[in-house]
Each structure stands twice: as C-alpha cells, then as structure tokens.
C-alpha cells in the first residue's frame, strides 16, 4: 500500500504517455506542441512494468492522460496492456476528443472504462479560439459515441476562463439535463509560464458553486477515497456536476493521486519542481521489487500540500508535460 507520512493513501495513477498534442489550448500549448530533443516517450514494456509495480502496491486506478494520449499509434496496445495488469479494477483516459467519434468503441472494447473529454464551450467560435479548432461538433459526436459505446463514465472538462466561458454555465448545464455525464468545472492553474494569462483569465470556482446552488443544486457529501473534486447533484437533471477548485482551502487533504510522466518520471504532486526518473527501474521484468522499493521510498517525501497559494508553480511549466 503507497501511503505518504501524512496518512494519505495512493492508490490511483496518473499515467501520462506523449507529451505530443494536436490541439493548442491557450492555456496549455498556446504554440502548440514542439518536438524537444532528449529521449523518446517511454515505451509499451515500460509502461506495462511501470503500472505493475504500482498496481503491486495497491494501486487500482490508472488515467491516461498526456498530452493528446491518443495521437500515439500504439494507444490501443496500452490500453490493453494497463486493462490486463492484475490488480487494475478502473482504466480511464483524458483526451480532447479529436477522432473519439471513430475510437470511442475500439477504446472501450479495448479495456477503456471511463473517459473524460475536454470541452471548454458549447459555443463553435469560443471553442475554436480557446483549441486552436473548429472541432466542436465533430467531439460532441465523440460523446454520443462514448454513451452508445456504454463507458462506465463519461465525463465532460471545461477549465474556467473569466470572460471566456464562466458566463456559459446553463449552455453546460443544459448539456447534462437529459445524459448521464459528469460536467466538471476546473479552476485555471498557475503553472510556471502562464503568470499573465493567469491573471487576465482565472476565476474562482466559488463562482459555479454559488450559481449552482443558487439554481437548487444540492452538493454530495464526500465518499471515502473519493479525490478533490466537489459534486453536485439535480432532482431534474440526469448528469451531475464536479468541481476541482486547487485554491480552495484543503484541497490537498483528500488527495489521492500520483502522476508518472510521458519520459517516466515520478511527480509527487503536478508542481513539484523535479521529477524522479524511474526509467532506469523500469528496463527488466526483475526490477520489480527495486521498482516498488523506490515508489514507497520517495512517496515519504511527498509534502503535504502544492502551496500554489504562496505563488509556487513548481517546475511545471505545461499541463501538457506532465498530464494535468
Ligand atoms: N489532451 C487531453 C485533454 O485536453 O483532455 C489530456 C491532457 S490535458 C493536459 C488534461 C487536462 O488538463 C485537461 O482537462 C485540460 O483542460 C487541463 N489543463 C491544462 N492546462 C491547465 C491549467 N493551466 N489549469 C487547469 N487545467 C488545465
Ligand atoms: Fe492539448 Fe489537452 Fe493541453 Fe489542450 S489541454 S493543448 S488538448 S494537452
């Protein structure tokens, strides 16, 4: 069982696999992705060694994330891998959507039980300016496709953007009246190389939550282990809502979450200044032992919040680096 000094249990990874994106958030990849010299992503026996040592420590619950996960040729093939690994109950990934129209059943059938998609408005224009593509409808399609593919969750993200999208929330609400998704609202963080676009286009959640309950909304009380996100539920809506609020006080006390990036390093928590290669653990089935030694070791070193509020961003200078 992975367990930090401050009683915190682990046992769900965040497991990104290319750095590699098609889209260009303004507040991910505003220039869209560049190729950087170094090593290579890390490889399919890599990755089946990497969830195996986790999964031997308690861990249930792998996400895929990148990235765009899915503009790697071989995301079938680690879908199955992760699917496969005794001990994994709950295989999910994050993807913007591009293609989930035609994946969205080989995906599932693959192993792939929930997924989240990111959609940050409703709106054609505002969805082209925010990713860089006239794609709405196309990903919307996506979502149809993963309800009729019956995921166990689907799951919609918007980030928060004063100006932007904050003004839409009956478009989103309208969304989840008549499907069972989970729309969540996450709050726009600072990362190492936003500070002005922070400034210009955070929003606190308090906004969604007050409108929320303002409308009848009624919040869910937290189940055990559940992660930071705050739920809200609707007599007359059949989707619910979430928020992930990371400024909110205390947000770090529920966190349950470790990340593992694409060139396989250990994030203790996404603004971590340094990750912790694991690479070198991960070349041989008989490093398992090693593997799991050194995931126990370092998760002692986990401090006990991102204090994001003192200003500190970490070394994470993208979401799309690390996986969000
Ligand atoms: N490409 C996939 C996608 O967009 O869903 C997966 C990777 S993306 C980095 C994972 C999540 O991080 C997305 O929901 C995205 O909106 C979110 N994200 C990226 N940058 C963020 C930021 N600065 N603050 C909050 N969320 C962010
Ligand atoms: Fe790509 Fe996702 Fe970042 Fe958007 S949020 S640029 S889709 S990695």
């Known amino acids: 069982m992975l367990q930090d000094a401050f009683g915190r249990s682990f046992e769900y990874l965040r497991l990104s696999i290319t750095e590699v994106c098609n889209f260009s958030c303004t507040y991910c990849l505003p220039d869209g992705y560049r190729k950087k010299p170094g090593p290579g992503f890390m490889r399919l026996d890599e990755i089946a060694r990497l969830a195996c040592g986790f999964a031997d420590l308690g861990t249930w619950k792998i996400r895929i994330t990148g990235g765009e996960p899915s503009v790697r040729k071989d995301f079938v093939q680690v879908i199955e891998t992760l699917a496969a690994t005794p001990g994994v109950r709950r295989l999910a ?76 929330l009956d478009l989103f609400l309208d969304y989840v009246k008549h499907r069972p998704v989970s729309m969540r609202f996450i709050e726009l963080m600072r990362t190492g190389d936003n500070a002005d676009y922070f400034g210009r286009y955070h929003v606190s959640a308090s906004v969604v939550s007050e409108a929320l309950e303002r409308a009848g909304w009624v919040r869910k009380t937290r189940a055990a282990g559940a992660g930071p996100a705050v739920e809200y539920v609707h007599g007359d809506y059949v989707g619910s809502i979430g928020l992930i609020a990371p400024y909110a006080k205390d947000f770090c006390k529920s966190c349950n979450r470790l990340r593992v990036s694409a060139l396989g390093k250990l994030h203790l928590c996404l603004f971590t200044e340094f990750g912790m290669d694991l690479r070198p653990l991960l070349q041989a089935d008989d490093q398992l032992d090693e593997l799991k030694a050194f995931l126990g070791k370092s998760l002692q070193s986990k401090a006990v919040s991102h204090f994001l509020d003192d200003g500190i961003t970490g070394g994470n200078h993208r979401f799309a680096d690390i996986g969000g």
């Open 93 to 168: 990934t994050t993807t913007n959507g591009y293609r989930l129209n035609k994946n969205a059943k080989t995906w599932r059938e693959a192993g792939l039980q929930a997924i989240n998609v990111s959609v940050d408005s409703f709106r054609d224009d505002v969805f082209h300016k925010v990713t860089g593509h006239d794609r709405l409808a196309e990903v919307l399609r996506g979502i149809e496709a993963c309800l009729e593919a019956d995921y166990d969750a689907v799951k919609i993200n918007a980030v928060l953007l004063k100006g932007i999208n904050d003004q839409d």
